[in-house]
């Protein structure tokens, strides 16, 4: 699969030219057009492909949240993900939250200290935006739905940081 560039990894990569048979994926923010496997999961091509690291390989079949990613604003498992799923669609990554300020959530998760080995954290995070753009102000049950596992246990400080960061974006630091 190839968008532009691919190989030398999406820092460098241009966003290809226009292929009108066929809708581009947008990878943050990013116009990307696959043209490989379509069954090939999406994690595989943001991690082999497009060299987005961010986003880890856990268990394989969606049930540790290490893959989790934003499609069109909602968590999903990229290793669960074919390619032909994202067709049209907006995917966003750790690395798209990257900007001139922290991301709400990933300011809450410094603030509590939550990451220690920190192979969780970019799918815990991006669940994390998930709920609070679902629920504004979320309950703790809320936050024990997220169903992403943390083998070091830090549920404690993602449920504070979590609560941390919806006070945040209700300040309006988002």
């Known amino acids: 699969m190839k968008a532009g560039n691919e190989a030398a ?24 057009y696959p043209d490989g496997d379509p069954q090939m999961p999406l994690l595989w091509y943001l991690r082999d492909v497009l060299r987005l690291t961010g986003t880890k390989f856990g268990c394989g079949i969606g049930a540790c949240g290490a893959c989790t990613v934003l499609i069109d604003g909602k968590a999903a498992r990229a290793c669960l993900t074919p390619m032909q799923a994202v067709s ?28 220690q ?24 049950d809320d936050i024990g739905e997220i169903a992403n596992l943390c083998r070091c246990g830090t549920y404690p400080r993602i449920r504070s940081a979590i609560q941390r960061a919806a006070v945040l974006m209700a300040e309006g630091n988002s």
């Open 117 to 140: 080995c920190g192979y969780c954290q970019a799918g815990q995070i991006m669940a994390a935006i998930d709920l609070l753009a679902r629920k504004r102000k979320p309950s703790d």
């Open 9 to 32: 990894g999406a820092a460098n990569a241009a966003p290809a030219k226009t292929q009108p048979e066929q809708l581009p994926v947008r990878i943050n923010d990013k116009p990307y």
């Open 88 to 115: 049209g669609r907006a995917i966003t990554t750790i690395e798209g939250l990257e900007g001139a300020q922290l991301h709400p959530v990933q300011q809450a998760w410094l603030e509590h200290d939550v990451a």
